[in-house]
């Protein structure tokens, strides 16, 4: 091999090596890139359990509440026939019916 062929595979080679150089960097910043969306895809996955953790806490307190609130004045119970009003309703009720029909109260 003479001098100028020397010369002349060193020129590929530094080109070969150039190019790798750029593949290795490319391949690190999409390694960072890859642990970076990860990172953030977990976040929102943790925050989207516990949104819903909060929902379903949030319903199971109303639902309780309603249990609670089913056992007030205008609920459904014994005491007033199991209808939904309770009698100063059923009154008050009866009295604007009235109105709207045109007979006295």
Known sequence: ?????????????????????????????????????????????????????????????VESDNTIGSEGEGASSPQNGGRLLSPRQVQIQQNILRRRAGLPS
Do not use: H, N, P
């Open 1 to 61: 091999m003479s001098l100028f062929g020397y010369f002349r595979v060193f020129e590929r080679l530094s080109v070969v090596e150039a190019s790798v150089l750029r593949l290795q960097k490319t391949v690190e910043e999409s390694e960072f890139a890859w642990i970076s969306l990860r990172k953030r895809c977990k976040s929102l996955l943790l925050q989207a359990e516990r949104a819903e953790a909060r929902l379903q806490e949030a319903d199971s307190a």
